[in-house]
């Protein structure tokens, strides 16, 4: 069975401060991985996502994740935040011989402090 | 433009009553879903279908009904039988053709049971 796991329920950073999300998942077959944002009272919003390729794979607003698949690792990064990017992020790991059933982990609330 | 419609976005409900949450789509995905979100648990699948006139249990389907007579509809019916109905409701949907597992998500619907 797949599970992820996001190791850290809240992450506090101050403005231009670099920033890591961590995300871990198990699964014995070839996957898709992605991260999700939301902000308060609203839907998810796609992130970023690794389907295959590269293992590093990037967003157009700064973000970016590398896959690991010796560490069964899709942690999430950016270099320097703002005050925007405050919301809940979600990871989520999808088999990729399936149709759209996804395994999210608990989410993890990004704090950006001025 | 294309997208998911979740409605009503905020719903008030008494102990015993049932009510339905409506879900459209006009981005002629096949797939739908029903997600569940609790805070420090992620989201929680309740019902998928793939096509029409299909549906399948989630991990959380107990208390929920669904129906998919239309391709662009979903909608989810919280009944009595659920314990523990007050929470955040996320519908989503997928392609199956060029399949890459993403998910698009409405903007979800707040259900409060007084």
């Known amino acids: 069975a797949q599970s992820v796991t996001q190791l850290d329920s809240q992450v506090p950073v101050f403005e231009e401060a670099p920033v890591e999300l961590r995300c871990n998942y198990s699964s014995s077959v070839s996957v898709y991985l992605f991260w999700y944002v939301q902000y308060p009272n609203q839907g998810l919003q796609l992130l970023l996502k690794y389907l295959s390729g590269s293992t590093l794979v990037e967003s157009i607003n700064g973000f970016e994740a590398e896959f690991n698949k010796s560490q069964t690792s899709f942690h999430l990064r950016k270099p320097s935040v703002h005050i925007s990017d405050t919301a809940e992020y979600f990871c989520a790991v999808g088999r990729s011989s399936n149709t759209g059933k996804l395994i999210f982990g608990q989410g993890t609330t990004l704090q950006v402090k001025p | 433009d294309g997208g998911i419609t979740q409605s009503p976005k905020y719903l008030f409900r008494k102990e015993g009553q049932n009510v339905t949450l409506s879900c459209e789509q006009n981005?002629?995905?096949?797939?739908m879903y029903w997600y569940r979100q609790d805070p420090g648990q992620g989201l929680r699948l309740i019902y998928y279908?793939?096509?029409?006139?299909?549906?399948q249990k989630g991990d959380i389907a107990e208390g929920y009904s669904v129906s998919r007579e239309k391709k662009e509809s979903f909608p989810l019916t919280v009944t009595s039988a659920q314990k523990n109905p007050t929470a955040f409701y996320l519908c989503?949907?997928?392609?199956?053709?060029?399949?890459?597992?993403?998910?698009?998500f409405g903007e979800g619907s707040r259900l409060t049971v007084l």
């Open positions: 989503a949907s997928s392609s199956a053709s060029g399949y890459t597992g993403e998910l698009f």
């Open positions: 279908s793939q096509i029409v006139n299909d549906f």
């Open positions: 981005l002629n995905h096949d797939a």
